[in-house]
């Protein structure tokens, strides 16, 4: 059983609609037109959306301090920024790291540290290409502030991209998570920002590959140097 579920992961349910409508209308048009290449070619779209939606567990590592990648994807950025100024948090520079998803990674986002939700704010924007620098401004955006049970404050943000319109966050105002839990997903493609406490350093490098819930991405309680990284 457990070899199956690696296999098969399963869906989660925001995407059985999709996966539903795209297996249904690939059949319509297979009935109506008894052309076997449109059958083909809707039976690898369902497939793709099924994949697309796919929820697998993450086994998240458990110590006071750890900041977990919120998102699949690649390291596009570490660099000092400014937090979201609709969070309110101040002016002053932090470090932050930006996580771009393709449509091939697991879109589902998780909570990144131990905390509780202090505020949010979503901002109507651009569709522009989420690797681009000036998305983290100008598109659709859902930035979330957390205090840590460390008493550090973290931002985390949700940003859209070129083909992703729409942004889900189940979070409210208030919520006590854990690190590793599911808060929200980006219809289709997109880039989580995470704009890490005051003089904590990133331990992941630009170019690294992060998983949602197990890749630690910075420590609190640490005081190692910036990482650095290299292809090989």
């Known amino acids: 059983m457990e070899t199956i579920f690696s296999v098969f992961v399963p869906i989660h349910k925001d995407g059985r609609f999709y996966v539903a409508v795209f ?17 083909w ?14 929820d697998p567990d993450r086994v998240t590592p458990q110590k006071e ?21 609709e969070l ?3 002016s002053e520079e932090c470090t932050r ?20 939700v202090i505020r949010q704010a979503y901002t109507t924007g ?7 620098e000036k998305a ?19 931002a985390f943000v949700q940003i859209a991209g070129l083909v992703a319109q729409r942004i889900k966050c189940w979070l409210s ?32 490098a630009v170019g690294q590959r992060t998983l949602a819930g197990e890749t630690v991405i910075a420590n609190e309680k640490g005081r190692e140097k910036q990482r650095e990284g290299e292809v090989r």
């Open 126 to 132: 651009k569709f522009l290409n989420a690797s681009l």
């Open 97 to 116: 790291v930006s996580i771009f998803m393709n449509v091939f990674d697991v879109h589902i986002n998780r909570i990144p540290a131990d905390g509780k």
């Open 173 to 204: 105002d208030g919520d006590e998570m854990k690190a590793g839990e599911r808060f929200g997903l980006i219809q289709f493609g997109s880039r989580v920002d995470v704009y890490l406490p005051k003089g904590v350093n990133s331990l992941v």
């Open 88 to 90: 309110d948090i101040g």
């Open 41 to 54: 070619v809707g039976a690898i779209l369902t497939a793709w959306c099924a994949y697309f939606f796919r």
């Open 65 to 85: 301090g750890l900041i977990i990648a919120p998102a699949d994807g690649l390291v596009q950025s570490v660099k000092p920024s400014v937090p979201p100024a």
């Open 136 to 154: 983290a401004e100008d598109n659709e955006r859902h930035a979330i502030l957390m205090e840590t049970t460390s008493g550090n404050n973290i």
């Open 23 to 39: 297996g249904g209308v690939t059949l319509l048009l297979y009935i109506m037109t008894e052309w076997t290449l449109i059958f």
